[in-house]
T-cell receptor, first 114, second 111 residues
Framework: GAGVSQSPSNKVTEKGKDVELRCDPI?????LYWYRQSLGQGLEFLIY????????KSGLPSDRFSAERTGGSVSTLTIQRTQQEDSAVYLC????????????FGPGTRLTVT | GQNIDQPTEMTATEGAIVQINCTYQ??????LFWYQQHAGEAPTFLSY??LDGLEEKGRFSSFLSRSKGYSYLLLKELQMKDSASYLC????????????WGAGTKLIIKP
């Protein structure tokens, strides 16, 4: 079946502009995660959605970052007033409810802020 | 604090065996994961250990010692396609979903 998809695959933006990154999880998966991966670094947790529960936003690095998940499916990560330090690969993952520890990752969006 | 340590880079020869170590210090423990990530691609799930011992899955095996805060991933009969980064991650017992990730070990396979 279809895996997790993300768009765009690459995004180059100017400092100060807003960007939106999209994630389509695997159908039926209730949990959705956003991570950030900088070059040579581990995955940095950003935000977690589980069904209709309030999201865990504890990993968002600043109030310039926000995310929403509409209808329990597609999610959008928005970064406002981008900074050069926001340059990274943004990964989305989803999990089935009964095996929340198995995370299926999308291919990521490579964001470059110039 | 929470910390996961892995070697930054390792090199091995095609057909050989390599062991990638991971040590962790976390406030709780509820499972350890290994993921493979090829350059420019998403991480893919390899293994999950929650009890001590060795879990074998084809050419890949993963070992866990909870008392030592230690795990390793063993790759046998190395193939060129095994060149990738290998990420170790620990699930905290206080969180059902959050994983603490190591920086990954870049494995280079030479002919």
């Amino acid at each position: 079946g279809a895996g997790v998809s993300q768009s765009p695959s690459n995004k180059v933006t100017e400092k100060g502009k807003d960007v939106e990154l999209r994630c389509d999880p695997i159908s039926g998966h209730t949990a959705l995660y956003w991570y950030r991966q900088s070059l040579g670094q581990g995955l940095e947790f950003l935000i977690y959605f589980q069904g209709n529960s309030a999201p865990d936003k504890s990993g968002l690095p600043s109030d310039r970052f926000s995310a929403e998940r509409t209808g329990g499916s597609v999610s959008t990560l928005t970064i406002q007033r981008t900074q050069q330090e926001d340059s990274a690969v943004y990964l989305c993952a989803s999990s089935p409810r009964d095996r929340g520890y198995e995370q299926y990752f999308g291919p990521g969006t490579r964001l470059t802020v110039t | 604090g929470q910390n996961i340590d892995q070697p930054t880079e390792m090199t091995a020869t095609e057909g050989a065996i390599v062991q990638i170590n991971c040590t962790y210090q976390t406030s709780g423990f509820n499972g350890l994961f290994w993921y493979q990530q090829h350059a420019g691609e998403a991480p893919t799930f390899l293994s999950y250990n929650v009890l001590d011992g060795l879990e074998e899955k084809g050419r890949f095996s993963s070992f866990l010692s909870r008392s030592k805060g230690y795990s390793y991933l063993l790759l046998k009969e190395l193939q060129m396609k095994d060149s990738a980064s290998y990420l170790c991650a620990v699930r905290d017992q206080y969180s059902n979903y959050q994983l603490i990730w190591g920086a990954g070990t870049k494995l280079i396979i030479k002919p």
